[in-house]
């Protein structure tokens, strides 16, 4: 009897390793730490929110290059403005249940000088990345990245890793990164990111 039931606890504890691998890997860390080493002077609030003191703030690296539809696209050229960035893939599950918080709050506060943009990450091919953004009705464009060139480098370290998506980083007005999240977030949650920064002068 032990011999037939050893190899079922062995699978049964892989599964279990393979599934908090996956879940990990997708759904992310909100410890703080998650990017690696690094001084980004992020302080981590409740819910999962971290986020930096107006005078320590860093700018990002260079966020260009080609969207999902084919057009060029810079982040830089969106200072003045807050700024909400967005790692995603079509193979996430929870960047489909965040997808349709972002779409609205994206819509609302557009009129208030917010813009979003995406950073589509992994998926190897546009399409289900385009399916996506169609079936969500997303009305801000996606930087294609899918090697995570951009989510690797573009950022300092510390700040995202590949291996937390969905991710959002928050820019403010001078384009300096003022929050962030690696978890999936909801309505309340992206607002509590965005609202001070819309309040600072």
Known sequence: MSFSRAPRGILLTAGALAAAFTLT???GDSNGTAGGGGNTNFVTNT???????KGERKAPGKLAGETLDGKQLDVAGLKGKVVVLNAWGSWCAPCRAEAKHFTKVAKELKSQGVEFVGINTRDPNKQPALAFEK??????????DPVGE????????????????PSTVVL??????AARSLMALDEARLRKMIDPLLAEK
């Open 150 to 165: 951009l989510v690797l480098n573009g950022f300092p370290k510390g700040t995202l890793n590949l291996q937390s998506i």
């Open 25 to 27: 890997a997708c759904s």
């Open 135 to 144: 079936d969500f009705e997303v009305p801000y464009p996606s930087l294609y």
């Open 47 to 53: 819910g999962g929110i971290d986020t930096v003191a």
């Open 172 to 177: 403010d007005r001078d384009g300096k990164i």
